[in-house]
């Protein structure tokens, strides 16, 4: 079974970049028809998706934080990275990583999330 596990700072400062790491276990960030999602949940909000990265490799941006995300990977380590910069006090929030097979799919498997505030 895949699991996810989210990493990175708790707390960040305004204007800042924050950068997160998805350590991916139990498969392969290459396998086909893989995406590997990056999604955020602000305090008494929704879900948000912020973009994806798929098994080729391509990335999939979020209309609305396209000019502020980048996703990438390391394959050889089975890793999946996020990094939002311009930080805003709006940016706090619980970050996920989750994945699914297909790209309208629902994601499947999921990590228990990060805690980050944007706070000075």
């Known amino acids: 079974q895949v699991q996810l596990q989210e990493s990175g700072p708790g707390l960040v400062k305004p204007s800042q970049t924050l950068s997160l790491t998805c350590t991916v276990s139990g498969g392969s960030i290459t396998t086909d028809y893989y995406y590997w999602n990056w999604i955020r949940q602000p305090p008494g909000k929704g879900l948000e998706w912020m973009g994806a990265?798929?098994?080729?490799?391509?990335?999939h941006d979020s209309s609305s934080l396209k000019s502020r995300t980048s996703i990438s990977r390391d394959n050889s380590k089975n890793l999946v990275y996020l990094q939002l910069n311009s930080l805003k006090p709006e940016d706090t929030a619980v970050y996920y990583c989750?994945?699914?097979?297909?790209?309208?799919?629902?994601?499947?498997?999921w990590g228990q999330g990060t805690q980050v505030t944007v706070s000075s």
């Open positions: 989750a994945t699914q097979s297909g790209y309208n799919g629902p994601a499947v498997y």
């Open positions: 990265i798929a098994w080729s490799g391509k990335i």
